[in-house]
């Protein structure tokens, strides 16, 4: 990119403020969203899923934050304050939190656009000359500083981030219909026969539930959306369809801009989901490189002792392969196989885990075969425990996915779980 490029796009990123909807519960993910809101869920070992986005952001330039928040947001607060307080708000860094408090109305955020409309009198004192509107809950990396530069090169009113996704996958999101100047002129939210895109006849456009707003256009969109009684308030239901034919909405597809393919994205909203992206990261060259210098990703984390390994007896061997292994871990005479430990994880002796996501301060005792499991944080494996091997049996206990997923939390163990976690 040419220097003038580089600060053309620098402008843009300091002229805009970033909104990242942070509130949903992710009910598909069933009881690991029961204390937590789904951008507060853990993912790869010391991450938490709202951490792509924010770090996109600073990555991208992006220094002025607003995270909107309303289910559940304890542990998410808690997370954000930790690990994105350090902003300098002298220069008008910030990463601000916007919890729902019926500023309006005397409702709680009622949909995506009701919940940008809610915070209208906080941002027009930011007066900034682009909002960018991000969900908080995928797992991506992506530069928004180019997302922005096309929106301006389009001249458009709003532009909406897109991926390619299978029709069937289509289903579940918002589909747009496209020009060949990529121009929205249709959008579905979750059809039931999703249009393909042209050309290629095996994909749909969907939305990623990132836009780009000029900003007065954006104030003029939600204010006339509020006075519509029969409106859910919803970007996709609403905003968007009830613009296409009168304002320039333009679609950005998410391809890297060199070989023309889709980047790493992913909706980590079931248990599956879940599971098998975090899988994917003990593989040995995975698509999400976590370890890219040029482009961190940012979190909060405690400070802890190095993961240790100890006995090296036979059949008492403490020992992990093909696998990630966070700080604080202890595996004392087990063996760890293609599983992925967060942090202050105690697995003792004798015990086996297989292909299994383990979330932080998680206790196994001895003699305990783990496979194909997502153990939620704080849960305390009794000796013998074993999960994997018999889904009639864990399903009386446990929730097994239709993939085979057995996933385990304190209460299902009859164990007080941590309202914080």
């Excluded at 942070?22 to 070992?45: H, I, N, Q, W």
């Excluded at 202050?344 to 299994?356: A, G, M």
Aim: glycine letters at 8%; aromatic letters at 10%; charged letters at 25%.
């Amino acid at each position: 990119m040419r220097p003038n490029n580089i600060r053309f796009v620098s402008r843009l990123t300091r002229d805009t403020l970033a909104l990242v909807l942070a509130g949903g519960r992710g009910s598909r993910l069933y009881e690991l969203t029961d204390s937590r809101a789904k951008p507060a869920v853990y993912f790869g070992g010391k991450f938490r899923i709202i951490d792509f986005p924010l770090s996109n952001c600073v990555n991208s330039g992006i220094r002025r934050i607003g995270v909107l928040t309303q289910y559940k947001a304890h542990s998410l607060i808690r997370h954000l304050v930790n690990g994105w307080g350090s902003f300098h708000t002298t220069l008008g860094e910030f990463v601000e939190i916007l919890p729902a408090s019926q500023r309006t109305t005397g409702e709680w955020y009622a949909g995506t656009a009701d919940a940008i409309y809610q915070n209208l009198d906080i941002i027009r004192t930011m007066k900034p000359k682009y909002v960018l509107v991000l969900s908080g809950d995928h797992i991506y990396k992506m530069d928004y500083g180019a997302l922005l530069a096309y929106h301006v090169k389009k001249d458009a009113h709003m532009t909406v981030a897109c991926v390619d996704v299978s029709l069937e996958d289509a289903r579940g999101f918002g589909v747009m219909s496209v020009d060949k100047d990529q121009r929205v002129i249709g959008f579905d939210e979750k059809p039931a026969n999703p249009s393909p895109q042209p050309g290629i006849p095996d994909k749909a456009l969907a939305s990623m539930g990132n836009y780009v707003f000029n900003t007065e256009f954006l104030y003029e969109q939600l204010e006339k959306d509020a006075g519509e009684s029969s409106s859910a308030h919803d970007f996709g239901h609403n905003i968007i369809p009830g613009a296409i034919e009168r304002y320039r909405i333009y679609a950005y597809p998410f391809r890297d801009p060199e070989s023309g393919e889709q980047p790493y994205w992913r909706d980590v909203g079931t248990v599956d989901a879940f599971w098998e992206a975090n899988m994917e990261l003990v593989s040995i060259t995975p698509e999400l490189n976590l370890y890219d210098q040029g482009w961190p990703i940012q979190t909060y984390q405690r400070q802890l002792p190095s993961a240790k390994f100890v006995f090296q007896d036979s059949g008492r061997e403490g020992k992990a392969l093909d696998s990630i292994v966070s700080g604080g871990c202890v595996i004392s005479g087990a063996e760890v196989r293609y599983s992925l430990l967060f942090s202050q994880v105690r697995v003792h002796s004798y015990s086996r885990i297989e292909q299994s996501v383990v979330l932080p301060e998680v206790e196994i005792g001895r003699h305990c075969r783990i496979k194909r499991a997502v153990i939620d944080r704080g849960c305390r494996l009794p000796e013998g425990t074993v999960l994997g091997e018999d889904h009639e049996a864990d399903a009386k206990r446990f929730r097994v996915t239709d993939n085979g997923i057995v996933l385990v939390t304190p209460k299902m163990l009859g164990q007080k779980a941590d309202a914080t976690a």
